[in-house]
């Protein structure tokens, strides 16, 4: 088992920044992928970025050049970095971990960009 817990969502106004952050503990396996998916109302829950523990990112085509995802392997944590946040990106943003064709998710958390 491998538990997720997230942090760092809020309310920020368009072209602000948030970063957040999502721990892993647990079974942890040294070759992973640990990503953030975001689900906004009434849409189906989508991939945002991913990172493999060897560093290589995918990233939506919709976020790149304003959001970045890093990650601190020795303490099996992730964070998305996410800059010039646009209204569009009001979402909740899970915390997403793969490894040995198992796949665990966080409880979510609420980014909401409004004036």
């Known amino acids: 088992q491998v538990q997720l817990v997230e942090s760092g969502g809020g309310l920020v106004q368009p072209g602000g920044s948030l970063r957040l952050s999502c721990a892993a503990s647990?079974?942890?396996?040294?070759?992973?992928?640990m990503g953030w998916y975001r689900q906004a109302p009434g849409k189906q829950r989508e991939l945002v970025a991913r990172?493999?523990?060897?560093?290589?990112?995918n990233l939506a085509d919709s976020v790149k050049g304003r959001f970045t995802i890093s990650r601190d392997n020795a303490n099996n944590t992730v964070y998305l970095q996410m800059n010039s946040l646009k209204p569009e990106d009001t979402a909740v943003y899970y915390c997403?971990?793969?490894?040995?064709?198992?796949?665990?998710w966080g409880q979510g958390t609420q980014v909401t960009v409004s004036s």
């Open positions: 997403n971990y793969q490894s040995g064709g198992w796949t665990y």
């Open positions: 647990g079974s942890i396996r040294s070759v992973n992928i």
């Open positions: 990172i493999f523990n060897g560093g290589t990112t």
